[in-house]
Protein backbone atom coordinates (compact mmCIF):
# COMPACT_ATOMS: atom_id res chain seq x y z
CA UNK A 1 0.00 0.00 0.00
CA UNK A 2 1.29 3.74 -0.65
CA UNK A 3 2.38 5.13 2.51
CA UNK A 4 1.19 8.78 1.59
CA UNK A 5 -0.13 7.90 -2.02
CA UNK A 6 -4.18 7.17 -0.96
CA UNK A 7 -4.55 11.05 -0.43
CA UNK A 8 -7.02 12.35 -2.42
CA UNK A 9 -8.31 16.13 -2.82
CA UNK A 10 -11.76 16.46 -1.91
CA UNK A 11 -14.66 16.12 -5.55
CA UNK A 12 -16.56 19.11 -5.36
CA UNK A 13 -19.67 17.43 -4.74
CA UNK A 14 -18.17 16.45 -1.35
CA UNK A 15 -17.36 20.35 -0.94
CA UNK A 16 -20.68 20.78 -1.16
CA UNK A 17 -22.04 18.33 1.58
CA UNK A 18 -19.66 19.94 3.60
CA UNK A 19 -22.16 23.22 4.71
CA UNK A 20 -21.04 26.68 2.88
CA UNK A 21 -17.94 27.53 4.64
CA UNK A 22 -16.41 24.32 3.14
CA UNK A 23 -16.11 22.94 6.93
CA UNK A 24 -15.10 19.37 7.51
CA UNK A 25 -15.61 16.45 9.43
CA UNK A 26 -12.00 15.03 10.01
CA UNK A 27 -10.73 12.34 12.18
CA UNK A 28 -7.49 10.87 13.27
CA UNK A 29 -6.83 6.95 14.01
CA UNK A 30 -3.92 4.58 15.13
CA UNK A 31 -2.98 3.21 17.77
CA UNK A 32 -1.20 4.78 21.07
CA UNK A 33 2.44 6.04 20.19
CA UNK A 34 1.83 6.96 16.15
CA UNK A 35 2.10 10.67 16.91
CA UNK A 36 -2.04 11.20 16.59
CA UNK A 37 -1.57 14.31 18.97
CA UNK A 38 0.91 15.86 17.80
CA UNK A 39 -0.18 16.02 14.22
CA UNK A 40 -3.74 17.07 15.29
CA UNK A 41 -2.67 20.29 16.93
CA UNK A 42 -0.55 21.06 13.64
CA UNK A 43 -3.56 20.04 11.07
CA UNK A 44 -5.75 22.44 14.21
CA UNK A 45 -2.86 25.47 13.60
CA UNK A 46 -2.65 24.85 10.40
CA UNK A 47 -6.60 25.57 10.10
CA UNK A 48 -6.66 27.99 12.52
CA UNK A 49 -3.31 29.78 10.43
CA UNK A 50 -6.15 30.11 7.62
CA UNK A 51 -8.83 31.64 9.35
CA UNK A 52 -10.78 28.72 10.44
CA UNK A 53 -12.78 28.14 13.44
CA UNK A 54 -11.76 24.42 14.47
CA UNK A 55 -13.25 21.97 17.37
CA UNK A 56 -10.71 19.55 18.78
CA UNK A 57 -12.71 16.32 20.39
CA UNK A 58 -11.85 12.98 21.33
CA UNK A 59 -13.10 9.56 21.38
CA UNK A 60 -14.16 7.84 23.69
CA UNK A 61 -15.47 11.35 25.44
CA UNK A 62 -15.91 15.03 23.76
CA UNK A 63 -19.55 15.51 25.52
CA UNK A 64 -19.82 16.06 29.72
CA UNK A 65 -21.76 12.39 29.34
CA UNK A 66 -19.52 10.62 27.09
CA UNK A 67 -16.42 11.78 29.58
CA UNK A 68 -18.05 9.68 32.05
CA UNK A 69 -18.51 6.77 30.12
CA UNK A 70 -14.60 7.46 28.81
CA UNK A 71 -13.82 6.69 32.83
CA UNK A 72 -15.65 3.85 32.70
CA UNK A 73 -14.65 1.75 29.83
CA UNK A 74 -10.85 2.76 30.03
CA UNK A 75 -10.48 1.59 34.02
CA UNK A 76 -13.74 -0.72 34.75
CA UNK A 77 -13.32 -4.16 34.11
CA UNK A 78 -16.02 -5.39 31.29
CA UNK A 79 -16.19 -7.92 28.44
CA UNK A 80 -16.00 -7.03 25.08
CA UNK A 81 -19.97 -6.34 24.11
CA UNK A 82 -20.32 -4.47 27.38
CA UNK A 83 -17.05 -2.00 26.13
CA UNK A 84 -18.72 -2.35 22.37
CA UNK A 85 -22.21 -0.88 23.96
CA UNK A 86 -20.64 1.66 26.24
CA UNK A 87 -18.59 3.25 23.40
CA UNK A 88 -21.68 3.36 21.11
CA UNK A 89 -23.77 5.79 24.01
CA UNK A 90 -20.76 7.12 24.29
CA UNK A 91 -20.45 8.23 20.19
CA UNK A 92 -24.46 9.00 20.25
CA UNK A 93 -23.93 11.63 22.90
CA UNK A 94 -21.25 13.26 21.22
CA UNK A 95 -22.55 13.64 18.23
CA UNK A 96 -25.34 15.20 19.57
CA UNK A 97 -24.12 17.08 22.07
CA UNK A 98 -20.52 18.45 20.30
CA UNK A 99 -19.78 17.46 16.35
CA UNK A 100 -23.34 17.87 14.59
CA UNK A 101 -23.81 21.16 16.57
CA UNK A 102 -20.29 22.23 15.83
CA UNK A 103 -20.85 21.29 11.73
CA UNK A 104 -23.87 23.26 11.83
CA UNK A 105 -22.29 26.60 13.07
CA UNK A 106 -19.52 26.02 10.24
CA UNK A 107 -16.61 24.80 12.28
CA UNK A 108 -14.09 21.97 11.31
CA UNK A 109 -14.23 19.04 13.93
CA UNK A 110 -11.12 17.32 14.70
CA UNK A 111 -11.79 14.02 16.66
CA UNK A 112 -8.79 12.22 17.93
CA UNK A 113 -10.72 8.70 17.15
CA UNK A 114 -14.00 7.58 15.80
CA UNK A 115 -15.51 4.31 14.39
CA UNK A 116 -12.34 2.88 12.74
CA UNK A 117 -11.37 2.56 16.32
CA UNK A 118 -14.33 0.77 17.01
CA UNK A 119 -13.86 -1.62 13.68
CA UNK A 120 -10.32 -1.88 14.46
CA UNK A 121 -10.18 -2.75 18.46
CA UNK A 122 -13.47 -3.82 19.09
CA UNK A 123 -14.20 -5.82 15.62
CA UNK A 124 -10.48 -6.93 14.38
CA UNK A 125 -8.59 -6.94 17.69
CA UNK A 126 -11.22 -8.14 20.11
CA UNK A 127 -13.14 -10.66 17.55
CA UNK A 128 -16.67 -9.05 17.76
CA UNK A 129 -18.96 -9.30 14.68
CA UNK A 130 -18.47 -6.51 12.08
CA UNK A 131 -22.33 -6.74 11.37
CA UNK A 132 -23.35 -5.88 14.98
CA UNK A 133 -20.23 -3.11 15.14
CA UNK A 134 -21.53 -1.79 11.34
CA UNK A 135 -25.45 -2.34 12.37
CA UNK A 136 -24.84 0.07 15.58
CA UNK A 137 -22.84 2.72 13.63
CA UNK A 138 -25.70 2.67 11.17
CA UNK A 139 -28.48 3.06 14.39
CA UNK A 140 -25.98 5.89 16.06
CA UNK A 141 -24.74 8.07 13.06
CA UNK A 142 -26.87 7.74 10.22
CA UNK A 143 -29.29 10.71 10.65
CA UNK A 144 -26.57 13.08 10.60
CA UNK A 145 -22.53 13.66 8.95
CA UNK A 146 -20.19 11.55 9.58
CA UNK A 147 -16.58 11.85 8.60
CA UNK A 148 -15.26 13.82 5.38
CA UNK A 149 -11.63 12.44 5.87
CA UNK A 150 -10.08 9.97 8.06
CA UNK A 151 -6.00 9.94 8.56
CA UNK A 152 -4.79 6.70 9.76
CA UNK A 153 -1.40 6.61 11.27
CA UNK A 154 0.52 3.46 10.89
CA UNK A 155 3.70 2.15 12.80
CA UNK A 156 4.73 -1.38 13.47
CA UNK A 157 3.25 -2.05 17.29
CA UNK A 158 6.46 -3.05 18.68
CA UNK A 159 8.04 0.56 17.25
CA UNK A 160 4.73 1.84 18.89
CA UNK A 161 5.63 0.19 22.33
CA UNK A 162 8.71 1.57 22.40
CA UNK A 163 7.78 4.92 21.64
CA UNK A 164 5.39 4.79 24.68
CA UNK A 165 8.19 3.42 26.86
CA UNK A 166 10.26 6.69 25.80
CA UNK A 167 7.50 8.57 26.17
CA UNK A 168 6.87 7.67 29.61
CA UNK A 169 10.81 7.64 30.80
CA UNK A 170 11.20 11.04 29.88
CA UNK A 171 7.87 12.63 31.45
CA UNK A 172 7.66 14.23 34.32
CA UNK A 173 4.51 12.88 35.64
CA UNK A 174 3.71 8.93 35.02
CA UNK A 175 1.35 8.76 32.15
CA UNK A 176 -2.40 6.94 33.29
CA UNK A 177 -2.81 4.03 32.40
CA UNK A 178 -5.71 2.11 30.96
CA UNK A 179 -7.03 -1.37 30.41
CA UNK A 180 -6.17 -1.12 26.34
CA UNK A 181 -1.73 -0.18 27.79
CA UNK A 182 -1.77 -3.80 28.94
CA UNK A 183 -2.76 -5.24 25.41
CA UNK A 184 -0.33 -7.73 23.46
CA UNK A 185 1.98 -6.36 20.51
CA UNK A 186 -0.31 -9.13 18.67
CA UNK A 187 -3.37 -7.33 19.90
CA UNK A 188 -2.51 -3.76 18.80
CA UNK A 189 -1.38 -5.59 15.38
CA UNK A 190 -4.90 -6.68 14.64
CA UNK A 191 -5.48 -3.23 15.60
CA UNK A 192 -3.21 -2.15 12.77
CA UNK A 193 -4.98 -5.05 10.34
CA UNK A 194 -8.50 -3.57 11.69
CA UNK A 195 -7.36 -0.04 10.28
CA UNK A 196 -6.06 -1.24 6.74
CA UNK A 197 -9.58 -2.64 6.05
CA UNK A 198 -11.04 0.58 7.46
CA UNK A 199 -9.27 2.15 5.23
CA UNK A 200 -9.67 0.44 2.31
CA UNK A 201 -13.44 0.56 2.91
CA UNK A 202 -13.16 4.08 2.98
CA UNK A 203 -12.09 4.56 -0.60
CA UNK A 204 -10.41 8.24 -1.68
CA UNK A 205 -12.33 9.54 1.92
CA UNK A 206 -8.37 8.94 3.11
CA UNK A 207 -5.23 8.97 3.81
CA UNK A 208 -2.66 6.29 5.00
CA UNK A 209 0.30 7.75 6.60
CA UNK A 210 3.73 5.89 7.58
CA UNK A 211 3.99 7.12 11.18
CA UNK A 212 7.58 5.73 11.48
CA UNK A 213 8.33 8.79 8.99
CA UNK A 214 9.60 11.98 10.45
CA UNK A 215 7.25 14.72 11.89
CA UNK A 216 8.22 17.30 9.21
CA UNK A 217 8.11 15.11 6.62
CA UNK A 218 4.21 14.27 7.63
CA UNK A 219 3.57 17.50 8.12
CA UNK A 220 4.68 18.50 4.85
CA UNK A 221 2.25 15.99 3.46
CA UNK A 222 -0.67 16.97 5.97
CA UNK A 223 0.06 20.76 4.41
CA UNK A 224 -0.37 19.68 0.89
CA UNK A 225 -3.27 17.85 1.29
CA UNK A 226 -5.32 20.06 3.27
CA UNK A 227 -4.45 23.66 0.95
CA UNK A 228 -7.18 22.62 -1.66
CA UNK A 229 -9.54 22.24 1.64
CA UNK A 230 -8.84 26.06 2.30
CA UNK A 231 -10.91 29.20 1.15
CA UNK A 232 -9.74 29.37 -2.38
CA UNK A 233 -7.34 26.59 -2.38
CA UNK A 234 -5.12 29.54 -0.66
CA UNK A 235 -1.49 28.27 0.46
CA UNK A 236 -1.55 28.15 4.66
CA UNK A 237 0.47 30.25 6.78
CA UNK A 238 3.11 28.93 7.96
CA UNK A 239 2.83 25.52 6.23
CA UNK A 240 6.40 24.09 4.73
CA UNK A 241 6.42 23.96 0.93
CA UNK A 242 6.01 20.19 -0.01
P1 LIG B 1 -7.06 7.32 23.53
O1 LIG B 1 -7.35 8.33 24.54
O2 LIG B 1 -6.92 7.77 22.13
O3 LIG B 1 -5.80 6.53 24.02
P2 LIG B 1 -4.38 6.39 23.47
O4 LIG B 1 -3.59 7.24 24.38
O5 LIG B 1 -4.12 4.93 23.64
O6 LIG B 1 -4.33 6.82 22.01
O7 LIG B 1 -8.18 6.18 23.52
C1 LIG B 1 -8.36 5.39 24.62
C2 LIG B 1 -8.46 3.95 24.24
O8 LIG B 1 -9.77 3.62 23.80
C3 LIG B 1 -7.51 3.50 23.16
O9 LIG B 1 -6.62 2.56 23.71
C4 LIG B 1 -8.38 2.82 22.14
C5 LIG B 1 -9.70 2.63 22.83
N1 LIG B 1 -10.87 2.73 21.94
C6 LIG B 1 -11.52 1.58 21.53
O10 LIG B 1 -11.12 0.47 21.90
N2 LIG B 1 -12.60 1.69 20.72
C7 LIG B 1 -13.08 2.89 20.29
O11 LIG B 1 -14.08 2.95 19.54
C8 LIG B 1 -12.38 4.07 20.71
C9 LIG B 1 -12.88 5.42 20.27
C10 LIG B 1 -11.29 3.96 21.53
Redesign the pocket.
Known sequence: MSLFGSSQSPSPERSAESGATGSRFLVLEGI?GAG?TTHLQFLASQLRGAGQSVLIT???GGSPLAESLREIV?HSPMDGLTELLI?FAARRDHLRQTIWPALDRGQWVIS??FTD??RA??GTARGLPSSLIEAMAQAVEAEGRGPDHVFYFDLPAEVAAKRRRDRSAGALLAEET?R?DSETIAFFERVRLGYRLAAENRADRQTWIDAQRPVEAIQQDLARLMKPWLPGGSSVPGAASP
Open positions: DKREPLIDRSTYQDF
